[in-house]
């Protein structure tokens, strides 16, 4: 697990709720800083990594699928470069 | 492209008929799931047109198109970013609603609800349609509950930023 300073649940969310959540969230965030999204939509997983291509402030440090119950949780470490 | 308002009925009836999750706004206007390779020639029997692609990956869009194509579609891709929708992205979906080129529309993505989304913002930002009439219209083609809190939601933040 990566370290972090913010953590988002986005557990249930549809695309494209998780990434507004995220950006949004992103932009309480110090440059330098680690958002920790945890989502349960498996094309999560694809949706940050375009977000990462094509926003200019936001690089994926890791990306992990954790079981929790039963249910797989797929959780985003992003930091905030600009 | 026209669009015509139709009972419910009729445009459930059109959704169920295709073989891919999807919801007909209108009876020009499917918005669905990722097509699978058997759909292409099944829409194109069915009298759509255009296929419009809202998904990000390129290489992917490449082999679909090739696909669609063969099939006798025309293929639009557009990967606008569900992240940040910008009004200039409304504004192209638009032109190629009103493009009499584009025919009947398949519009797409993975889950039906980036399009959902743009649909909404298609119709309240570049329509003027009240927010209680783009969501009829969206729960008539289909769409739950949790897909109108999605949208909800997304169309909000697309509206504060302007």
Redesign the interface.
Known sequence: MSSFDQTLDVKGAKCPMPLVKSRKAMGDLAVGQVLQVVATDRGSIADFQGWAKTAKNVEIISQETVEDGGVNLYVHYLRRTA | MTTHELPCTTLQHQTEAAQLRSYAVTPDVLLATQPQPEDWELLAAQGYRTVLNLR??AARAAEQRAAAEAAGLRYIYR?W????LEPDHVAELAQIVADPETGRLVFH???A??VG?MWMLYRQHHQGWTTERAEAELRAAGYDD??LE?FD??AS?FFERL
């Open positions: 990000g990956d990967p970013p569900a992240y940040a993505c993975r889950s609800t980036r989304l949790d897909s999605t939601f997304c933040d």
